[in-house]
């Protein structure tokens, strides 16, 4: 049996336009583009030049400090441009796909036969072991840290996220393999939701390959790896945690090792109140987002689409690239054509409040249409205890935001900086009555502290 959680903060926020669970088929146009802010905390050596032919599971780029954490294509083809942006920053790596995909073969292993550093090593090979983060500091990893343990949460929780138990259907064999593959490396904690049917086909497993299954029954941030870490096993100074907060890595390395290749296919569901059928597609990571949302909405509006979720993603444009860890493409409106009469003295039963300002909480658990609007300047930090009534985590996140601001940094030790990462304040930056950006500012103390103890 699975031990099970149970979370009471946290905040359900209903949007609509959630993805049904159907797949629409998309033709790809062949423009593909590796993007390095995708993995956090990697500062970008390409290895490629233009003109340059890969073959999909070829390195495009690697870490400068960790040459030899490498980056993989998704595609096989012709490299057609390495962008760079103020002092000579690389935004990405373009490739234009084959007609015919050739793939890099890496040879089939059995993960049973395996030992930590062959795992590893496998990974470093393939270009996939940058897809695995850590905390403290919430970047991707290295692989001279040795994790006391690794966390994996299989349960999206977020508005419109898509569903990783959909996802997987078909897949259980790779998504096993990957865990088990991980498990060489260091125990492994896996965190599903209470429905999930992950934690049956996992757990009877789990004894024999140092799988621990954990069921998280509470409302989102639930999904949250770095929730899951707080409330299974803390990270302490000196300590470090492995972590995958995004599934697909999973099914990414459970691939490499039961076919020898890199395939970085995932299923996006492409939601948002803007979107006139939300539905699901199978994408490849860095995949030109053109021609899956050019006809996705009605023209003429003004829209936001964002390269991820509404809570943690980022704003792009059709002329953009899926995101190394983005599960969905979420277009909601852009809200700078709205003109509220009488604006806020309103009633507003159509717009969502986590307090009673509005009448809106007399209709019930509704879907609402928000906007991008932020509605309001920024202000003083009000200590109200809005932050700790949506996260389910034992600090105390006001306080730490205060130290972050002010740069003590001993106080942000004492408050657990270490066992925080930004999307784990994103629902505290939702309902902030003082309109911070908290999730840029935990990841500017965080940036700051891994260089005070580099």
Known sequence: MANVIKLRKGLDIHLQGKAAETKLTLKSNGKYALVPDDFEGVTPKVVVREGDIVKAGDALFVNKLHPEVRFASPVSGKVTAVERGERRKVLCVKVEADAQQVYADYGKKDVAKMDSQAVIDALLEAGLFGYINQLPYAVSTSPDVQPKAIFVSALRDKPLAASFDYEVK????????????????????????????????????????????????????????????????????????????????????GRLFNTGKVNLTRTVALCGSEVKKPCYVDMLIGQELNTLVSNSYEPGHSVRIINGNVLTGRKTTKDGFLGAHSSEITIIPEGDDANEMFGWIMPRFKQFSVSRSYFSWLCGKKEYALDARIKGGERHIIMSGEYDSVLPMDIYGEYLIKAIITGDIDRQEQLGIYEVAPEDFALAEFVDSSKLELQRIVRQGLDILRKENA
């Open 170 to 253: 078909g897949q259980e064999q790779d998504f096993v393999t990957g865990l088990k593959a991980l498990a060489k490396i260091a125990k492994v904690h896996l965190g599903v939701g209470p429905q999930s049917p992950l934690a049956q086909s996992v757990a009877t497993q789990s004894q024999q390959t140092g799988i621990e299954v954990t069921v998280f029954d509470g409302p989102c941030p639930a999904g949250n790896v770095g929730v899951q870490v707080n409330n299974i096993d803390p990270v302490n100074k000196g300590e470090v945690v492995w972590t995958i907060g995004d599934p697909t890595v999973v099914l990414f390395i």
